[in-house]
């Protein structure tokens, strides 16, 4: 079975940390660029930040310089790292595959990230 199972979320206090997960299953990620999106209450989905297969990461201008996305294709999970965290990171936290040889899209079923001030 193809999925994506994200974990780590959890409740923070400002300025705490978090790591993320996002581990494959049923597919290989190495032929796919990752990337994690958040969603917060009445507002659209947002990228986050993304890695390319052969590790290029890209970040929202909200999250840089405190985020940071790494991927291990030996173990076939993706991870955020996230620090200094500030209310505003509160959302649900969705894991996202794209496979760069078609048209294959996966996404994950999201874990809740809550800040507190």
């Known amino acids: 079975q193809v999925q994506l199972v994200e974990s780590g979320g959890g409740l923070v206090q400002s300025g705490g940390s978090l790591r993320l997960s996002c581990a494959a299953a049923?597919?290989?990620?190495?032929?796919?660029?990752m990337a994690w999106y958040r969603q917060a209450p009445g507002r659209e989905r947002e990228l986050v930040a993304s890695?390319?297969?052969?590790?290029?990461?890209n970040y929202a201008d909200s999250v840089k310089g405190r985020f940071t996305i790494s991927r291990d294709n030996a173990k076939n999970t993706v991870y955020l790292q996230m620090n200094g965290l500030k209310p505003e990171d509160t959302a649900v936290y969705y894991c996202?595959?794209?496979?760069?040889?078609?048209?294959?899209?996966?996404w994950g079923q999201g874990t809740q990230v809550t800040v507190s001030s």
């Open positions: 996202n595959a794209k496979f760069d040889f078609g048209q294959l899209t996966y």
């Open positions: 049923g597919f290989r990620l190495s032929y796919y660029s």
């Open positions: 890695i390319s297969r052969n590790s290029n990461t």
